[in-house]
């Protein structure tokens, strides 16, 4: 007994001089007892120091767990977005790119890009990340057949040329192209980025290459999947975070105690930043996502269930929260979103119904379903006449902004509209409703992916004005996987989704969102994908004034001046006002943001956008911490 007192006595000292000496007290225990390194052995060199100043936070104390609600076990992705350590990160405010994972980068004529590594920077599981993950990436799976059958990532391609692909010493590799690929650094920082790297110490005992084949064998078969590359796929997703075993460089990583209802994450002993004084980030010690219905996710936020919560409300949900203020300590705030559109209405101009692609593709027809849609009303009814009315483009902040675009064929005019209906030759029959020219009725099926009443409530009001002009609006429903399929396959004549992910665009920032880049593009699914594979599925541009938007996208790919880049940027945003491809509603919707009246360093107001800014990413959760709870001010509201 004396012999045990006298080894928790040591103990419990170590653990208070590791503590005392800036170590992180979550992690002083294992410190003291030698299963991790103290942290100045953790860290890489240099870290990267956050600047507290420019962002207007307040150093912090570690501690907590940071609760959220989710709706999906795939939501646990959303902590890799949340997380947001990326090669390269945005800045909030100007969205301007930093070195954040990597210490430096230095790109030349948007065509060689040298990335170097921090010194001494290791993976969650205190492997060193090195140079050997980016060449295990590009040698071992981007440019294996079984594990990537279609090649190396598209936006590592131009003009089907990949990159060449140098390691020049254990922290510095360089990718180089013959032409421009300003595509190429943006998409190391988006929400969902583009991965150069894997840890390829873990991933290579399931890779064919380098495990002995019993051994790989008897793998594929205790995990019940089809073949070697299958399982390795399983195992190696960074953006899921999925796999509790998978070593990564986010704040906090998946723990293996998750169930179907609730998910943990504990911080990264060797995570990379630090405050302003050097102690090593995040100051929060864990965070839970706990799965709930969407339906009842509101009311669960309202009851006090979560810290930090966006996802699943919506402006309608405000008036309830700010209310709930008065029992629960929380604060109800708004960040104006920076979508294109809140939500749009994509015409599938690759439809399989050949009479309505035909439809689809006439200009004419696409005018007229914008010309009859009451923005004003959508706007006062569903947003309270907060929001911008208009087109799927950029909004008033962006540089590249024209109060035409925003305009143009979206005023609420009946009478142009079925002028131009008329001119189309689509009669109508005694009950008012049009015909098609092989003499279906003009029902328009406008499919949703069912997640949002409010698309359902929007719709409603749509459905009442297209009925003026002779065209009957019908909705369906489904889950969000057979949704994008039917309108991959051309099944789906109109879809709803939001519009254009950065309506802040500059002139340096990719206008692959207005031009047919990809299968996701549910206008022309077809024409992205063709251009995403390089030609090998999908169907080859066939409208002209879309094969114009892809020839100004390589005409701004290969600029070499700021003003090239923005005059191709502004013949494209004039095409799209002017062909109405998508039809956007309403645009800089308030977000409502649920902020624990403990948890500090969350902005009062900020932008809350998906791409670029990660939702709360772009600000930094690993910075947030929980202080004391301050005194309810009656006035604040």
């Known amino acids: 007994m004396k012999l045990r007192a006298l080894l928790s006595a040591i103990v419990f000292a170590a653990v208070a001089a590791t503590a005392s000496a800036g170590e992180v007290p979550y992690l002083a225990k294992d410190v003291a007892s030698g299963v991790l390194p103290p942290v100045t052995e953790r860290l890489p ?60 980068f230095e790109v030349e004529d948007e065509r060689v890009f040298t990335f170097t590594l921090r010194r001494n920077h290791r993976w969650s599981d205190g492997h060193p990340f090195t140079t050997e993950d980016f060449r295990y990436f590009w040698e071992d799976v981007a440019n294996n057949e079984e594990l990537s059958p279609a090649g190396p990532p598209n936006l590592m391609l131009v003009d089907g040329e990949a990159p060449l692909f140098q390691v020049l010493d254990e922290r510095t590799v360089r990718y180089s192209w013959s032409k421009p690929n ?91 930043r630090v405050d302003p004084e050097g102690r090593q980030l995040p100051y929060i010690d864990e965070v839970i996502f706990d799965v709930a219905s969407p339906g009842l996710i509101p009311a669960k936020v309202g009851s006090g269930d979560a810290d930090l919560q966006a996802r699943y409300l919506s402006f309608d949900d405000y008036t309830f929260l700010k209310q709930a203020e008065d029992r629960f300590p929380f604060e109800t705030r708004l960040w104006r979103t920076a979508k294109g559109s809140q939500v749009a209405l994509y015409p599938n101009l690759n439809a399989a119904d050949p009479v309505w692609r035909e439809l689809f593709r006439d200009v004419r ?168 594979t390089g030609g090998q599925s999908g169907e080859e541009i066939e409208l002209e004034p879309a094969q114009r938007l892809r020839e100004l996208y390589y005409r701004w790919r290969d600029a070499s001046t700021k003003a090239a880049k923005r005059a191709a940027w502004k013949e494209i945003l004039e095409i799209n006002a002017d062909q109405v491809f998508s039809i956007g509603l309403v ?51």
């Open 45 to 104: 060199q240099p870290p990267l120091t956050v600047d507290f100043a420019a962002r207007g936070q307040t150093l912090g104390k570690y501690g907590g767990t940071m609760r959220m609600l989710m709706a999906r076990s795939k939501d646990t992705r959303q902590m890799t977005v949340y997380g947001y350590a990326r090669l390269v990160s945005h800045r909030p405010g100007d969205f301007e790119l930093f070195a954040d994972i990597l210490e430096s």
């Open 182 to 272: 300003p595509d190429f650094l943006p998409s190391l920082a988006k929400a969902s980025p583009l991965y150069l790297y894997r840890p390829a110490h873990y991933l290579k005992p399931f890779h064919a290459a380098y495990a002995p084949a019993e051994e790989l064998a008897k793998r594929v078969e205790e995990a019940h999947q089809r073949n070697w590359a299958a399982l390795h796929n399983k195992m190696d997703n960074l953006y899921r975070m999925d796999n509790p075993d998978l070593p990564v460089l986010q704040p906090w990583k998946v723990t293996g105690s998750a169930t179907s209802t609730r998910f943990r994450f504990e911080r990264n002993p060797y995570f990379h």
């Open 365 to 532: 027809f696409r005018r007229a379903l914008s010309l009859a849609i009451n923005r004003h009303e959508i706007n006062q009814v569903i947003y309270y006449g907060l929001a911008y009315e208009g087109n799927d483009t950029v909004l008033p902040a962006s540089p590249l902004y024209e109060k035409d675009y925003q305009t143009r064929w979206a005023r609420f005019d009946l009478k142009q509209a079925n002028r131009l209906l008329d001119e189309i030759g689509l009669p109508r029959d005694e009950d008012g409703i049009r015909h098609l020219p092989d003499g279906r009725p003009l029902e328009l099926i406008v499919e949703t992916a069912g997640e949002s009443t409010k698309q359902t409530d929007i719709l409603s009001l749509i459905h009442d004005s297209w009925l003026d002009a002779g065209i009957k609006l019908f909705t369906r429903p489904s889950q969000r996987n057979v949704f994008r399929n039917r309108v991959f396959a051309g099944e789906t004549l109109v879809s709803v989704w939001s519009g254009v992910e950065n309506g802040l665009a500059t002139a340096d920032t990719s206008p692959a969102d207005f031009v047919p880049y990809s299968q996701q593009q549910l206008q022309w699914p077809k024409w992205g994908q063709y251009i995403e």
């Open 587 to 637: 645009s800089g919707v308030l977000q409502p943001v649920v902020v624990h009246s403990n948890l500090q360093n969350v902005p009062k107001e900020a932008i809350y956008n998906w791409d670029p800014g990660a939702h709360f990413g772009v600000y930094l959760p690993d910075t947030f911490w929980f202080g004391e709870t301050p005194a309810k001010n009656a006035s604040a509201d």
